[in-house]
């Protein structure tokens, strides 16, 4: 049975595309039929195996100015052409290019269920936003590669395509997507770290088989002014929940929080919570709930106006093995409701 | 991470948690100390008034946290 | 301190009138067993069965693997302080019935509404599931039994340990008499003449942490010398102590047990390098406090007592529990490093991934010193379980384990270690 020729929607900017440098990164998307610029260099790796339909182009400005506004313009421009597969790129180093390439192949992935791959430096900026929801395979920091990150995102995306199994960052090309997975080695735990300690201790070379994490500040938040004013809320990640554990907070990473009144409670009571956070003894928490989210003491700052209020809902999750995008997602949601409650200050308790 | 999101909202966090020096590194910028894991504000060694008392000691020291101006990750 | 372990490699066990060796099969009368561990009043209900690997039975709610060893001639006291007097071990000859495991067991119908400790750790004795276990290639002698009438949770499970000590005694007496098949030596003695003549050889320490108290230990636990660790400050033992029966695995450990820790891979790396590149000095055992003030405590003790007492020029490092002691075992890396001490750590990863676009897993904290770390996997994973002909243990929801349920990875015992005989690595996809 003959296969299919692959239909390809290709997306380039304005450069890219031939129609011009930074004075054109304004133009509105458009269609080009057929391939053009490096989508050339695409459709000669494809070969019989697919053709370039099209080719969406869209100006770095006028995208990055509106990404939202940008996707909407582009997404039904793809589906006219019913593609099989899209590719994006590649954008090298390009920052704002790349945020619309990974932007563009998040959301064809999503909303049109087409695959999709991209290609860029490592370093580029869309890498960090849209690794874990896109392929995009590792490129060198100019077009002077360009094909060899053709020739790796046509294959992925004929990989994709046709069903078959992805093996690896390592074998594909692409940059690691976040997943962790464990991988049977040829040696124990116990024999790489000894050996890794003999490297080091005779000056030899040797490699760290884990990283150590950067973590990003926040710039402070401005301080609570007039605290007798001020609306306070509790927040905890110690996995407190209604008895029951009605939302289904897990209890190894979360990927949601709950949201519990406090009504007109004076403290919160034993029985009425349970601990859904696998990571910790929660026997005395449990007996005094309290001892977590402290709505007791709480109360009593209320009442004695130290504080203005105490808000009437604690949000709760778990915090243990929880992923880092589950974590800023659940942090980003509680955050948005206390702002729109007007909140001045949260105090966070973790166990 | 949930001090993190919340205060770039803008919203001033005052994080108690009993292993400081995890706070300050991931980067909440307001760190209370915690008494232990299993009991972050409370104290089962003691008898009920005096842990309630101990408790306050620390919300406290919390709302001053809110209250202060910080440059970066601080423990209280 | 000169230890032999006299091993007998055992291939098979069967139920019998006798409990005796023969051609390499254990033979083992169960009622004597069973009889022996209901000697304790705490337990009612002792049952002792035998599960083979290849056999297509799913042993549940394992709480900890004991290897049969027990002391012969006059080389001390058995698990002392457990389940004989005090008295010192590491020295002497060792009976050992290699290829056999005492698995423990526990049930009880008592609420224990804790996350964790509803958890039930499965060993599956073929199959994918025993795939992933090094115990389904033991001969397991599988302890089952209920907690007496009156006898609290803390009670019911220090006795189960107790019985499961007593049995691994009890089995490995019946190689008394025979000739080894093994004879391991372990002596750290050449030291004195060896280590003058090669000065020169780095001295290396392991820094054992065996405990976390993020989750509450067990009362009467007898981890060290029959003693719960919860206040212990770091201390030092002599390997040999490890291997013969001084230390035992706290309850409730996470990718841990008592067997691993009688055959500790890193004190059999660095015991097997004694002399040839390196000295062994001993190891510093410390557990994982849950507060700020003890974490630096205990890592300011333990750091000093291998710069200071041991002398050590590196350290490898391991852990107990979940998230909060890799923060201890970090702290306590960094110490030694800045005061001359290089080190090298193994670990399970509980940290969260990062955005960074690494195929490397990372650590849950930052210090820059510490360069070198080993990755044992991370307790991610599932899979479906396979239909068992036949379920050990007295847990009322076998549905929960049934054919077909997506079961985690780390409810696997032995699937994941803590001290480094998995092949295990972790890596990002």
Sequence with gaps: MELRR???????????????????????????????????????????????????????????????????????????YQPDVMIAGPAFLGGRYGVACGAICKAVKERLNIPAVTGMHAENPGVNLFHRDVYIIQTGPSAATMNEAVSKMVQLVVKIAEGEKIVGPAHDGYIPRGIVVNEMTGQTGAERVFEMLLAKIQERSYESEVLQPKHDRVVPAAPVRLIEQAMVALVTDGGL?????????????????????????????????????????????????????????????????????????????????????????????IASELRAEGMSGVILTST | MLAKEIERAGIPVAHVCPLTPIAIVVGSNRVIAGVKIIHPVGNPELPPAVEKEFRMRIVEKALVALQSKVEGPTLF | MKLELSVLKITDVKFAHKTDIRDGVLFLNGEELKELLEEDGRLRNVEVEIARPGEKHRIIRVIDVIEPRSKIEKGGPNFPGAIDVQGVVGYGRTCVLQGVGVVVTEFADMVDSDEFRKAVDIVDMWGPVGDLTPYSKLNNIVILADPADGVSIEEYRVALKIAGLKAAVYLARAAEGFPPDEVMVYELSL??????????????????????????????????????????VPTILHPNEIFDGAVTAPYGSIFMETYFIQNNPILGQLYRNHGKNLRLLGVIIMNAPNNVDECERAANMAANLAKHVLHADAAILTKAGGGAPEWVMMRTAQRCEQIGIRTALAFLHMGMDVTEPTLKPTSLFYAPEVDAMVSMGTPVGSLKLPRAEKFIGRFKAIGAVNEGVEWPIRRIRGSLSQLGNSRLRALRY
Excluded: W
């Design chain 3, 191 to 232: 030291d004195r003449e060896i280590g003058k003549k090669l000065p020169e050889l780095p001295g290396v320490a392991y820094i054992f942490q065996i405990l976390s108290t993020q989750f509450n230990p067990l009362d009467g636990d007898p981890v060290l010398y029959g003693e719960n660790v919860e206040r212990i």
């Design chain 1, 6 to 80: 692959l239909r390809v929607v290709h997306y380039l900017n304005q450069f890219f595309a031939r129609i011009g440098g930074e004075e054109k990164a304004n133009v509105e998307p458009r269609v080009i039929e057929g391939p053009t610029g490096p989508g050339r260099a695409i459709q000669n790796a494809l070969g019989e195996r697919g053709e370039v339909i099209a080719t969406i182009v869209c100006g770095d400005n006028y995208f990055s100015e509106n990404v939202e506004n940008a996707v909407d313009e582009i997404i039904p421009l793809v589906y006219r």
């Design chain 1, 241 to 333: 929940v209604p008895k029951g554990n009605p939302d289904g907070i897990e209890s190894v990473g979360a990927t949601r929080f709950g949201e519990y009144s406090l009504q007109e409670e004076v403290a919160l009571k034993e029985e009425a919570f349970d601990v859904c956070h696998a990571g910790y003894d929660s026997t005395f928490v449990k007996q005094d709930p309290n001892r977590l989210v402290p709505v007791d003491v709480m109360r009593i700052l209320e009442r004695e106006k130290r504080i203005g209020k105490l808000y009437n809902k604690f949000f709760s999750t778990t915090g243990v093995g929880t992923t880092v995008e589950d974590a800023r997602k659940i942090g980003r949601a």
